[in-house]
């Protein structure tokens, strides 16, 4: 996410210190979340959005945690703050995500998981099934949307999303929509678009999410 050739949107206000600190890949994904958390924001909502971001690279991060106090800017001032490094740890990540849902899960909220990468990285396949296994026993179906960022590096976001489709495929063999959406961001423009058609479609939702 360090690298510059994708930078945040300059036709649209922004932070400056997302500008300063992360003039990269980061800072446009930051932008595009900031603009998401927005559109949410403005959703009449019997009960409140609850976010939780793992960051994860070589290690994994997690800025904050079932969050349904802070602002949009507050959340993003949170993540301009973090430094970030080199390496893709799927698995470590899924590990994470899964213990955020089991720990933040509420009846009251509907789940939704964005899993954004712009590299590769070796991923179990127990690992997909097993995350989403576990989010079908708790209750609700998962909102999952895979995201690659990388015209090149995109084989494993796919194959998790493969992954996850089989899962509640065969988890709710008569459903007539599966929860599960991949879209490849080529752009900052296509990024944002994501993002905000991600938050469009969750709009007749009058359940809070709990977003990871």
């Known amino acids: 996410m ?5 930078t945040p949107d300059a036709r649209h206000e922004y932070f400056p210190s997302i500008r300063m600190r992360h003039n990269n890949r980061y ?10 958390l927005s559109a949410r924001r403005s959703v009449d909502l019997a009960t409140k959005d609850a976010y939780s971001c793992i960051l994860f690279d070589r290690f994994v991060q997690k800025p904050f945690i079932g969050d349904d ?9 949170k993540l301009v703050e973090v430094d970030i490094g080199y390496g893709t740890r799927f698995n470590s990540a899924l590990a994470a995500t ?11 909220r509907l789940p939704v998981v964005v899993f954004l990468s712009d590299g590769e990285g070796r991923v179990e396949a127990s690992e997909v099934r097993d995350l989403c ?3 079908i026993k708790l209750g609700y179906d998962t909102d999952w ?24 495929r065969t988890a709710r063999p008569q459903a ?12 900052v423009v296509a990024l944002e678009d994501t993002f905000l058609t991600i938050a469009e479609s969750l709009r007749s939702t009058r359940a809070g999410l709990v977003t990871v």
């Open 145 to 168: 949307n895979f995201d690659p960022y990388s015209p090149q590096w995109h084989s494993t976001t796919t194959e998790m999303a493969t992954l996850a489709y089989q899962a509640y």
């Open 176 to 187: 007539s929509a599966i929860p599960c959406r991949y879209s490849l961001a080529l752009d």
């Open 2 to 6: 360090s690298l510059r050739d994708r």
């Open 98 to 108: 899964k213990q955020v849902l089991r720990d933040e899960w509420q009846p009251k």
């Open 133 to 135: 296994q576990e989010a």
């Open 27 to 36: 800072g446009a994904v930051l932008v595009a979340v900031l603009r998401f």
């Open 69 to 77: 106090q802070s602002t949009p800017e507050q959340l993003i001032e």
